[in-house]
C-alpha cells in the first residue's frame, strides 16, 4: 500500500491550498479514505473523512472551510482547503484502515502564515 500525498506548502491567512493523495496498491473504490493533521507539539487529530459512498465527515474546527472528496477513477482523495488560518498549520496526513491496520502518506506541510 502507497499514499503519496502532494499540495502542500506556505500560504497567507484567508488563502487556499488544495491536497492531493494518490493511493496504489489497494482497491481504492473500496477504502474509506482520511486525512488527519499534526501541528508541532500536538496529537495526530482527523481532520476529514470520506466514505465509499462518498458520505463525509470533518472536524468542526474545519466545517464550512474544507471539503473533501475522492475519484475513484483515479485513485485519489482531495482536501480542498480555503479560508486557512495559522491554527491550520501542520503536516497533512492521507490515511486509509485495512483490518484495522491504518497506512500512512508521507505528510505534505502546510504553513499558514498571519
Known amino acids: 500500500v502507497q499514499l503519496q500525498a502532494s499540495g502542500g506548502g506556505l500560504v497567507q491567512a484567508g488563502g487556499s491550498l488544495r491536497l492531493s493523495c494518490a493511493a496504489s496498491g489497494i482497491v481504492f473504490s473500496i477504502q474509506s479514505m482520511d486525512w488527519y493533521r499534526q501541528a508541532p507539539g500536538n496529537q495526530r487529530e482527523l481532520v476529514a473523512s470520506?466514505?465509499?459512498?462518498?458520505?463525509?465527515n470533518y472536524a468542526d474546527s474545519v466545517k464550512g472551510r474544507f471539503t473533501i472528496s475522492r475519484d475513484n477513477a483515479k485513485n485519489t482523495v482531495t482536501l480542498q482547503m480555503n479560508s486557512l488560518k495559522p491554527g491550520d498549520t501542520a503536516v497533512y496526513y492521507c490515511?486509509?484502515?485495512?483490518?484495522?491496520?491504518?497506512?500512512w502518506g508521507q505528510g505534505t506541510l502546510v504553513t499558514v502564515s498571519s
Open positions: 490515511n486509509t484502515r485495512i483490518k484495522r491496520i491504518d497506512f
Open positions: 470520506i466514505s465509499t459512498d462518498h458520505r463525509t
